[in-house]
């Protein structure tokens, strides 16, 4: 794994206005920022994974990942089309969770009982291995 981080808020959707997209934007970079220690990455083949906890009311899933997406560039990779793949999962807090297959950044956000966004990076693996 390269990374992973928890966006302790509800998130966004692409389709809401420029300046709360672009404040929320800044909050997912922020939060990223605080684990992150390397530099951006200079190759692509990245496979990006979320996991969406909601409430009630959900945003839809696919609404949710091209702002989250936009706003790692610069800081985890030079542009978005280093994303070669992407795995997006949405959950409803009060579920049913195999805590001990859980990764740590994904228990605190099922403990916290806020909704919240799951994000790992990682290296892709090759297209036989997904199917």
């Known amino acids: ?5 928890l966006i302790p808020r509800r998130p966004l959707s ?16 922020a939060e990223a920022a605080k684990s992150w220690t390397g530099t951006a990455l200079s190759t692509g083949d990245v496979h990006l994974t979320l996991v969406y906890l909601f409430d009630t ?19 985890v990779y030079p542009d978005d089309a280093f994303i070669t793949d992407i795995e997006a999962h949405k959950r409803p807090l009060v579920g049913t ?3 001990t297959r859980c990764p740590s950044e994904l228990l605190k956000g099922i403990a916290g009982g806020k909704e919240c966004v799951y994000v790992r990076i990682t290296t892709a693996k090759v297209l036989e291995d997904y199917l």
């Open 1 to 5: 794994m390269l990374f992973e981080f």
């Open 14 to 29: 692409i389709q809401a206005k420029h300046k709360n997209r672009q404040r929320w934007q800044q909050f997912i970079r």
């Open 57 to 75: 009311d959900p945003a839809d899933i696919d609404n949710i990942i091209k702002p989250i997406l936009d706003a790692l560039i610069g800081l």
């Open 97 to 99: 969770f195999d805590l």
